[in-house]
T-cell receptor, first 114, second 115 residues
Framework: AQSVTQLGSHVSVSEGALVLLRCNYSSSVPPYLFWYVQYPNQGLQLLLKYTSAATLVKGINGFEAEFKKSETSFHLTKPSAHMSDAAEYFCAVTLDPNTGKLIFGQGTTLQVKP | DGGITQSPKYLFRKEGQNVTLSCEQNLNHDAMYWYRQDPGQGLRLIYYSQIVNDFQKGDIAEGYSVSREKKESFPLTVTSAQKNPTAFYLC??????????????FGPGTRLTVT
């Protein structure tokens, strides 16, 4: 069965430091993978997606993620954190490509310290 | 501008009352979804619809009902049978065509408080 695990419910970095948010998935079919960001009391915004094209995916706001099949991972990175990056981040995997349903991880709250 | 609207942003109800949350999209997407979000539990799927006049239960459908009479609208009713209805509710849509799985686009959410 498909599942998503985000390692670390809270991650804290200093402004200007590397951001690394971890996501591991389990899927019995070739996965589609997504990263979303959520600011307080708002909906989710798509950061980037992997749909079996290039394994290194670039998204908005300077974020990127690399699909590693051997490690079943899709970690999100950003070279230099900005205060505005403070938010909750969700990794998601396609549950069933025939229905479009997604499974979401529990979320990782990113804190950026000045 | 194309997008998904949810209204109202905040909703307060007394226990035992049914309440309907609105979700409208003008993206011409086929599929629509309702999620419930609770602190520390991520998003859980309540109902989804891939086509007008058809919808399926998600993982936590008990105590909820939906309709899909128009492509652009997918209202969610939280009934009095829902044991713990206080939560943040998110609506999403996707240009699902049946052949590929596409990303979902989310509305701004409705925070429901039942006392």
């Amino acid at each position: 069965a498909q599942s998503v695990t985000q390692l670390g419910s809270h991650v804290s970095v200093s402004e200007g430091a590397l951001v690394l948010l971890r996501c591991n998935y389990s899927s019995s079919v070739p996965p589609y993978l997504f990263w979303y960001v959520q600011y307080p009391n708002q909906g989710l915004q798509l950061l980037l997606k992997y749909t079996s094209a290039a394994t290194l995916v670039k998204g908005i706001n300077g974020f990127e993620a690399e699909f590693k099949k051997s490690e079943t991972s899709f970690h999100l990175t950003k070279p230099s954190a900005h205060m505005s990056d403070a938010a909750e981040y969700f990794c998601a995997v396609t549950l069933d490509p025939n229905t479009g349903k997604l499974i979401f991880g529990q979320g990782t709250t990113l804190q950026v310290k000045p | 501008d194309g997008g998904i609207t949810q209204s109202p942003k905040y909703l307060f109800r007394k226990e035992g009352q049914n309440v309907t949350l609105s979700c409208e999209q003008n993206l011409n997407h086929d599929a629509m979804y309702w999620y419930r979000q609770d602190p520390g539990q991520g998003l859980r799927l309540i109902y989804y619809s891939q086509i007008v006049n058809d919808f399926q239960k998600g993982d936590i459908a008990e105590g909820y009902s939906v309709s899909r009479e128009k492509k652009e609208s997918f209202p969610l009713t939280v009934t009095s049978a829902q044991k713990n209805p206080t939560a943040f509710y998110l609506c999403a849509s996707s240009p699902w065509t049946g052949a590929h799985s596409y990303e979902q686009y989310f509305g701004p959410g409705t925070r429901l408080t039942v006392t």
